[in-house]
C-alpha cells in the first residue's frame, strides 16, 4: 500500500466518521423524543384513570345523606367537585396526549412540556384546595355530632388519601420532570 492509497482510505474514513456523527445525532433526537412521548402517554393516561375516578364520586354522595347523614347541600358540593374534577382531569388528559412533541421545533416542544406541568400544578392546587375546604367541613359535621366513629372514620381516609395523592403525585411529577429532561437534552444538543 503507498502513500497515495492510504490517503484515500483516510479521507474515506473521516467522511464515514462523520456521517456516523450525523447518524448518531439524528437516533439520539430520535430516542429522546420518543422517551418524551412515551412519558407523555403515560402522564395522559393517569390523568385519564383520574378522570373516571373522579366521576364515581357523584355516585357516593347519596351515601353522605342516607349513612352518614350530612346535609344534602354539602352532598351535592361533594357530587359537583366529583364531576368538575373529573371533567377537568378528562380534558387535561386530551390536552396531553394531543400535544406531539415531533412536528414542532425542540424548543416550542419543551414549552409545551414546561406549560404541561405548570397546568398540572393548577390543576393539583385548586384540586387539593376545595377538597380539603370540603373534607374539613364534613369533619366539623362529625365533630358537631359527637360521632367519634365517623370522625375516626374521616381520619383513616384522609391519612389513606394522603399516602394514595402522594404516590400518585410523586409518579405524576417524575413523568413531567422526564418529558421535560428528555426535550432539554434536545435543547442542549442544538
Not at 462523520?18 to 393517569?46: F, I, M, V
Not at 375516578?53 to 357530587?79: E, F, H, K, N, T
Not at 387539593?128 to 359527637?146: K, N, Q, S
Amino acid at each position: 500500500m503507498d502513500f497515495e492509497e492510504l490517503k484515500q482510505n483516510w479521507n474515506k474514513a473521516c467522511i464515514n466518521n462523520e456521517l456516523l456523527k450525523a447518524d448518531n445525532l439524528r437516533l439520539a433526537r430520535e430516542l429522546a423524543t420518543g422517551r418524551a412521548q412515551t412519558a407523555r402517554d403515560k402522564l395522559a393516561s393517569y390523568y385519564r384513570r383520574s378522570s373516571v375516578c373522579a366521576i364515581l364520586l357523584p355516585s357516593l354522595a347519596p351515601a353522605l345523606v342516607i349513612i352518614l347523614d350530612l346535609p344534602v347541600w354539602l352532598a351535592v358540593l361533594y357530587a359537583v367537585f366529583g364531576i368538575v374534577m373529573g371533567v377537568v382531569n378528562y380534558c387535561f388528559a386530551r390536552y396531553i396526549k394531543n400535544c406531539d412533541y415531533t412536528s414542532v421545533p425542540t424548543v416550542e416542544a419543551l414549552s409545551i412540556a414546561i406549560k404541561i406541568a405548570r397546568y398540572q400544578r393548577y390543576i393539583r392546587s385548586v384540586g387539593i384546595f376545595v377538597g380539603c375546604i370540603l373534607v374539613a367541613t364534613m369533619f366539623y359535621f362529625a365533630i358537631d355530632r359527637d360521632d367519634y366513629s365517623m370522625v375516626t372514620a374521616f381520619i383513616f381516609g384522609l391519612v389513606g388519601g394522603l399516602i394514595f395523592g402522594t404516590i400518585k403525585y410523586i409518579r405524576m411529577s417524575a413523568l413531567v420532570h422526564r418529558m421535560k429532561a428528555e426535550l432539554q437534552s434536545l435543547v442542549e444538543d442544538d
